[in-house]
């Protein structure tokens, strides 16, 4: 394991912190990074039916080094879990991960007594800051867990909240 | 802030009004050098300013898993060997090439104002000697040519 503490910035006031995690919310650049079947959910959150971009985080990078949140998408299999570690390790901070659906969280439908392909959850590996639950989860879920990632970075909520049911 | 300012024409014209106040001994040149002055200094802080602004307001340490932080290949994949490793430079020679033409077309600009003459001989005229012009410039394509620069001779390598 490397490091996992994190040395603040250099030049730190309350005010200037809080316009930059507005800033930070309301433009978060998503790794071009998928996995499985929830990679198919990502993209369409991606594409013109549902518009990631009216919520500012469409613009997904190709490379982790631009990227602000890596939206661990579909399973990770321990052969995969290095090269999902390596792309965390490369980007820079501020980072955040958003775990999406069942597999990421903790593994999903692949646990069960013996199993030993599968690495149970996004969280065995790095810190998690957001989970969506879901088998896959639609891509509304998505784009909710992109605002309570926003909710999570300014402390308020930018779009009403939407009741189930 | 201040070099934005000198981008409003109002502004822009208040300003050098303000240096002519100020400065009483002072010719257009000096001014125009004083223009120029601020400008380089606006586009150097342009191309620095983001660094300084990233050292001052980014965090100093990246959390990592595996302190694989530094590694060039960006697809999570280890990379295999060296990067240090030959490669062909065939392509450089029509980077060359391409330079020369863009140092052709840079050089139309000042050629079209000189040769801007109204009137029907002094049109054919200027329209004759930027023929010249750039006839001369197109003698590039020749010399290449003859130095055998189109021909893509790809050399093999082996890489270790």
Same mark, same amino acid.
């Given at each position: 394991m490397g490091t996992q503490d994190l040395q603040p910035s250099v030049v730190q006031f309350a005010q200037l912190d809080k316009l930059l995690a507005l800033c930070r919310a309301n433009s978060l650049w998503p790794m071009t990074f998928g996995l499985a079947c929830c990679a198919i959910e990502m993209m369409a959150t991606g594409a013109s039916r549902f518009d990631l971009a009216r919520f500012g985080a469409e613009v997904f990078r190709p490379s982790p080094r631009q990227s602000d949140v890596m939206i661990v998408s579909g399973t990770i %299999?321990?052969?995969? $879990? =290095? $090269?999902?570690?390596?792309?965390?390790?490369?980007? =820079?901070? =501020?980072?955040?991960?958003?775990?999406?659906? %069942?597999? $990421?969280?903790s593994g999903g439908p692949f646990v069960f007594e013996g199993q030993y392909g599968i690495v149970e959850g996004a969280h065995k590996l790095f810190p998690v800051d957001v989970i969506i639950p879901g088998c896959p989860p639609r891509p509304e879920a998505l784009i909710e867990g992109i605002l309570t990632l926003e909710e999570k970075l300014t402390g308020s909520r930018r779009w009403p909240r939407v009741e189930a049911g | 802030m201040l070099f934005c300012c000198l981008l409003i024409p109002e502004v822009f014209s208040d300003v +050098?009004?303000?240096l002519q106040g100020v400065i009483f001994v002072a010719d257009y040149a000096t001014i125009d050098l004083l223009y120029v002055a601020a400008f380089f200094l606006g586009g150097l802080s342009f191309a620095i300013g983001p660094f300084v602004i990233v050292y001052f307001? +980014?965090?100093? +340490? &990246?959390?990592? &898993?595996?302190?694989?932080? &530094?590694?060039?290949?960006?697809?999570? @994949?280890?990379? @295999?060997?060296?990067?240090?490793?030959k490669f062909g430079v065939v #392509? #450089?020679? #029509?980077a060359l090439m391409f330079v020369a033409f863009a140092v052709d077309i840079l050089f139309l600009f000042p050629a079209a104002i000189v040769y801007n003459k109204p009137g029907i001989v002094n049109d054919l005229q200027a329209f004759i000697e930027i023929l010249m012009f750039v006839g001369i410039l197109s003698l590039i394509i020749l010399y290449a040519w003859k130095k055998g620069v189109f021909k893509w001779e790809r050399k093999i390598y082996n890489h270790q």
């Amino acid at each position: 394991m490397g490091t996992q503490d994190l040395q603040p910035s250099v030049v730190q006031f309350a005010q200037l912190d809080k316009l930059l995690a507005l800033c930070r919310a309301n433009s978060l650049w998503p790794m071009t990074f998928g996995l499985a079947c929830c990679a198919i959910e990502m993209m369409a959150t991606g594409a013109s039916r549902f518009d990631l971009a009216r919520f500012g985080a469409e613009v997904f990078r190709p490379s982790p080094r631009q990227s602000d949140v890596m939206i661990v998408s579909g399973t990770i %299999n321990k052969k995969m $879990a =290095p $090269a999902v570690e390596t792309l965390y390790d490369q980007m =820079p901070e =501020p980072k955040w991960v958003i775990a999406m659906g %069942n597999c $990421a969280i903790s593994g999903g439908p692949f646990v069960f007594e013996g199993q030993y392909g599968i690495v149970e959850g996004a969280h065995k590996l790095f810190p998690v800051d957001v989970i969506i639950p879901g088998c896959p989860p639609r891509p509304e879920a998505l784009i909710e867990g992109i605002l309570t990632l926003e909710e999570k970075l300014t402390g308020s909520r930018r779009w009403p909240r939407v009741e189930a049911g | 802030m201040l070099f934005c300012c000198l981008l409003i024409p109002e502004v822009f014209s208040d300003v +050098s009004e303000l240096l002519q106040g100020v400065i009483f001994v002072a010719d257009y040149a000096t001014i125009d050098l004083l223009y120029v002055a601020a400008f380089f200094l606006g586009g150097l802080s342009f191309a620095i300013g983001p660094f300084v602004i990233v050292y001052f307001l +980014s965090p100093r +340490s &990246t959390r990592n &898993t595996k302190k694989k932080t &530094t590694q060039l290949i960006e697809c999570g @994949i280890d990379p @295999i060997g060296d990067a240090w490793i030959k490669f062909g430079v065939v #392509y #450089y020679l #029509y980077a060359l090439m391409f330079v020369a033409f863009a140092v052709d077309i840079l050089f139309l600009f000042p050629a079209a104002i000189v040769y801007n003459k109204p009137g029907i001989v002094n049109d054919l005229q200027a329209f004759i000697e930027i023929l010249m012009f750039v006839g001369i410039l197109s003698l590039i394509i020749l010399y290449a040519w003859k130095k055998g620069v189109f021909k893509w001779e790809r050399k093999i390598y082996n890489h270790q």
